[in-house]
């Protein structure tokens, strides 16, 4: 028996005998309130909302980052195909809470299931999705594998896989696992050149690796309502004769860095004002009762107090705001990067927002973000190592004018650059290895389950073959990517992408 096979039939069968302590691990999560109080059985596969007629695509996310790098590529292909209908699917409360609000009011939002054979099997034959579209680094054998059985085509998107993951899947025994389980996929689009080897590196098919940039660059700015616009105004003119530092997602540990940092400025600056964005809003009034402790005086935004004359520590322990957060300060330290274990965090909304960028030396798969942008521009990042170098360099920031105009406008300049043009090449992407399918299905009128069957897939991919010959021209783009010019590359994609529109017309697909 081929070894990955062997290793997906021990991993099915261990998850359908784990399958009650898993239901039970899921109903002692929902008494913590760590699971929806109503929702709770979605994770098991059941569905909540009605599924309406027509080809579904299925976008599934994890937590807030995932699910937030995905809406603009959701929306540009509801403008694209207004009839597709899409759901998405995440895994952790604040991302229900505040994808709810954000996502379009025709995507159906819903609980990921679990991976195991009866709830994905509930959730597949209940949904029926034409493609499904995983994002980053959801690779889960249940769901692939049954989706692969019933011809359901799969797509990761801005992949990755963590240096302790790829060790853990490159040993003797899941390599098999992972080989097996990515040759199922039709599309994978790697965040970067070093986790595209790294997917190549685990045997996934050079052929379905493609590039088009990180989708972090191009999360939304949902803006706010009138409410929320005068709340942000009001905030900015207590603010607005003090000398203002935001310390963004901070973790457990780090806040003891970012207040001995604030002690310091103190000293030099007696206006100055300490924004702390911790990483999980639950812990903000921790944080504020430590900070109290140590002689602070701490405003809490969860509280809607106004500003006192000392009050020196502002701690956002809300959802959802912290690109508007950026806009107040312009200074971001990026958190999750000061101690070792982290992995950094996304800077590229403090980077939009204009900000001056710092953030420590333990930033994980958002090194590649770092790297990106220094090499457009050495100014638009610093990295720091520890306290006092964090000290030293917002001490030399607030005291150099000029410096920190360069700094702001260098990474404001490097996201621009490195924002443009993504969400269409990931379109172009789609379109060509997924959409076309739906295209056909849609043309055609064809039973969803009999388009769903092995046979009438085969006959409908035999009749295209030569359309997707071009395949192998897509590849040689991507993997030309680290050998070409930003430009010159998303030149070659967007002509190699009208070229494969072209050829696919004459099949009439569209």
């Known amino acids: ?32 309130g760590l699971e929806h109080l109503q929702r709770w059985p979605e994770r098991l596969g059941h569905a909540s909302q009605p599924r309406k007629p027509g080809p579904l695509v299925w976008f599934h996310a994890v937590s807030l980052g995932e699910g937030m790098i995905a809406i603009p590529v959701i929306k540009h292909c ?25 996502i379009p009011s ?17 959730f597949l034959h209940y949904w029926k999705p034409s493609a499904i579209v995983l994002m980053e680094s959801e690779l889960w054998p249940n769901l692939i594998m049954d989706a692969s059985k019933n011809g359901i085509t799969l797509a990761l998107l801005n992949a990755r896989i963590s240096e302790k993951s790829f060790k853990l899947w490159s040993g003797p025994v899941l390599l098999p696992l992972i080989s097996l389980m990515l040759s199922k996929f ?57 000398q203002v530092w935001m310390a963004s997602s901070i973790h457990r540990g780090e806040e003891e860095i970012i207040s001995g940092v604030h002690n310091v400025l103190m000293q030099l600056r007696p206006n100055i004002m300490t924004i702390i964005v911790p990483r999980h809003p639950q ?7 430590k900070l109290e402790r140590q002689g602070h005086y701490v405003v809490l935004r969860s509280q809607h107090e106004r500003f006192k004359p000392e009050t020196n520590i502002y701690v956002v322990d809300t959802l959802g ?36 960028i710092l953030t420590g030396r333990h930033v994980g798969h958002f090194s590649h973000m770092v790297l990106e942008m220094q090499q457009l521009n050495p100014l638009s990042v610093l990295q720091v190592s520890g306290k006092l170098e ?84 897509l590849i040689v783009v991507g993997l030309e990517r680290a050998s070409y010019g930003r430009t010159d590359w998303k030149g070659r994609v967007k002509q190699q992408s009208i070229a494969a529109g072209n050829q696919l017309s004459g099949t009439g697909l569209w």
């Open 106 to 122: 025709e995507v159906i939002l819903q609980f990921s299931p679990v991976d195991t054979p009866s709830s994905i099997r509930s």
């Open 321 to 356: 705001e912290l690109r508007q957060m950026y806009t107040l300060t312009p200074i971001a330290v990026i958190g999750g990067s000061f101690l070792p274990g982290l992995s950094g965090h996304n800077i590229s909304e403090a980077a939009a927002a204009g900000c001056a």
């Open 390 to 473: 964090l000290e030293k360099s917002l001490t030399e920031l607030f005291t150099n004018t000029t410096l920190l105009e360069a700094r702001r406008r260098a990474a404001k300049e490097a996201f621009c650059m490195l924002s443009s043009d993504i969400v269409a090449n990931i379109w172009s992407l789609l379109n060509f290895h997924i959409f076309t399918r739906l295209f056909a299905e849609m043309k055609c009128h064809m039973p969803h389950f009999l388009f769903h069957s092995k046979l009438a897939f085969k006959g409908w991919f035999s009749k295209r073959v030569d359309a997707y010959q071009l395949v192998s021209e």
């Open 283 to 289: 812990q903000g009034r921790e944080i504020a009762k």
């Open 186 to 242: 039709s599309l994978i689009v790697p965040l970067s050149t070093e986790q595209g080897i790294r997917f190549q590196l685990l045997q996934a098919p050079p052929y379905i690796i493609n590039f088009s940039g990180d989708l972090k660059y191009v999360i939304e700015d949902f803006g706010v309502n009138e409410c929320g616009r005068m709340n942000i105004d009001n905030l900015r003119q207590q603010l607005s004769h003090k």
């Open 78 to 102: 509801i403008r694209k195909m207004p009839n597709l209908n899409v759901l998405v699917t995440i895994t952790t409360l604040s991302a229900f809470e505040v994808l709810s609000k954000k």
């Open 1 to 32: 028996m081929n070894p990955g096979l062997a290793a997906y039939k021990l991993y099915r069968a261990l998850t359908y005998a784990a399958s009650p302590l898993i239901r039970l691990h899921l109903q002692w999560r929902r008494f913590r």
